[in-house]
């Protein structure tokens, strides 16, 4: 998933939409890989049900960007191909324009904001070659549409959205199409991860005509939830505030194509939260072998988070959505998976700047069960008194009460810091 460009045609009719889809499979034939839908025995085992993922991360450019790419760019005219394509993109977007620009020898130029990981900027550039320009520009994507969006203007270049197109919302919609040629028999769930909302319009339009009686659901990162906002102010809305962790996924404004395509879809829309997405990412990697983007582990973290109510031996599909992770980034994803388990905790914790302090700290409050994974203090000779900010890691989440009751009969001046506050921020 990626974040949008400016809004783009209106949304595709009932009557259309079939025909525009074929054509997208007819594209994308020999292009886009048919990627693997494999059962998954973890989840599977977690909620009861029969789960599979399709593998989307397995797609080329590592997720399923390419079909909606590929598709708007290969039914340009001639005049537009030679006049090139632009995109603004998060990164998966941005690799799946690359491909298919220098697929279709078409001219292209990517704008990324400069939170944009490494990995993905590399990727963009390995797939498009010498006909893709990368462009780094401002420090986020809305910095970056709006660079995209003026190229656009000035140079006559096409600008491709990373969903609010038709074309764009028909090419994702092949990832159900695959789905229900890949099964004997329909899904009684399907699970689709949400950024702007092209897959969902997409694959969810498609498997509501196609399989009514299965279950819709859409899955967004609580801290970017704009398609529930959009459907609660019946119409896209900005978001006052966003989470970008989830970078895939962390779309400020919900597509005016893929609104009313979501909308009368029916699919239920979940939020969850980015820690247990870490934590999911986490399983996928230790237990399946799986490497996902924090967007990749969207939808199947509302399984593993016990946030889906599924009757026994249901088959469910989760589309499990890109594989561009950067390697540095897995100490935050560690980070926020222990703090989300309630396994970590930080507190400050006011020494006297004597000889057996940091002892007595030790045997009195520490369990023994509990670690100190972080411990930053600096003596000061002219003060009595000195401040430490110390992570401690449990031994399990249910020996924070017994922590707390020992911090409150310490005779240290100790201060829990909780997730929300000022200086929490600075340390998660």
Not at 115 to 120: I, L, V
């Amino acid at each position: 998933m990626d974040d949008d460009g400016p809004v783009s045609a209106a949304a595709p009719t009932s009557d259309t939409f079939t025909a525009e889809v074929r054509d997208a499979v007819r594209r994308l034939d020999g292009v886009a890989e048919r990627t693997l839908l494999q059962r998954n025995a973890r989840l599977s085992g977690l909620t009861g049900a029969d789960v599979w993922l399709k593998r989307e991360d397995l797609q080329v450019g590592r997720s399923y960007k390419i079909r909606g790419a590929y598709t708007m760019i290969s039914a340009l005219p001639a005049a537009e191909r030679a006049a090139g394509v632009v995109c603004a993109s998060a990164g998966n977007h941005g690799q799946g324009v690359a491909y298919a620009c220098r697929a279709l020898q078409v001219r292209g130029r990517v704008f990324v904001p400069g939170t944009t990981p490494r990995q993905k900027r590399e990727r963009i550039a390995a797939l498009g070659g010498d006909m893709v320009e990368l462009v780094i520009s401002g420090d986020s994507y809305d910095d970056a549409a709006t660079a995209a969006a003026e190229f656009a203007a000035v140079s006559g270049a096409t600008l491709v959205p990373a969903f609010d197109s038709p074309a764009t919302v028909a090419g994702q919609a092949t990832v159900a199409v695959e789905i229900l040629e890949q099964l004997p028999e329909p899904p009684d769930v399907v699970l689709l991860p949400v950024g702007g909302g092209g897959l969902l319009a997409g694959a969810g339009s498609w498997l509501r005509a196609s399989s009514p009686a299965t279950r819709l659901i859409g899955v967004e990162p609580a801290g970017a939830a704009n398609m529930a906002a959009a459907l609660a102010a019946g119409g896209p809305v900005d978001l006052p505030e966003m989470d970008t962790f989830v970078d895939g996924a962390a779309v400020r404004r919900a597509g005016a194509v893929t609104y009313p395509l979501v909308r009368d879809s029916g699919a239920e829309l979940l939020a969850v939260p980015e820690g247990q997405i870490c934590t999911e990412m986490l399983d996928l990697y230790q237990a399946d072998g799986i490497i996902a983007e924090p967007a990749g582990a969207l939808a199947s973290a509302a399984l593993s988070g016990g946030l889906v109510a599924l009757e026994p031996g249901q088959t469910v599909v989760c589309v499990l959505s890109g594989g561009n992770n950067d390697v540095s980034r897995y100490a935050e994803v560690i980070e926020r998976s222990l703090v989300h388990r309630g396994l970590k905790h930080y507190f400050l914790v006011e020494f006297p700047q004597e000889p057996g302090a940091l002892r007595r700290f030790l045997d009195e409050v520490l369990g023994p069960d509990d670690d100190i994974v972080r411990f930053e203090y600096v003596k000061q000779d002219n003060r009595e008194t000195g401040a430490a900010l110390t992570g401690i890691e449990l031994g399990r989440a249910e020996g924070l009460a017994e922590l707390l009751t020992r911090v409150q009969a310490s005779p240290l001046r100790i201060e829990h810091l909780t997730p929300g506050s000022t200086a929490y921020r600075f340390l998660v």
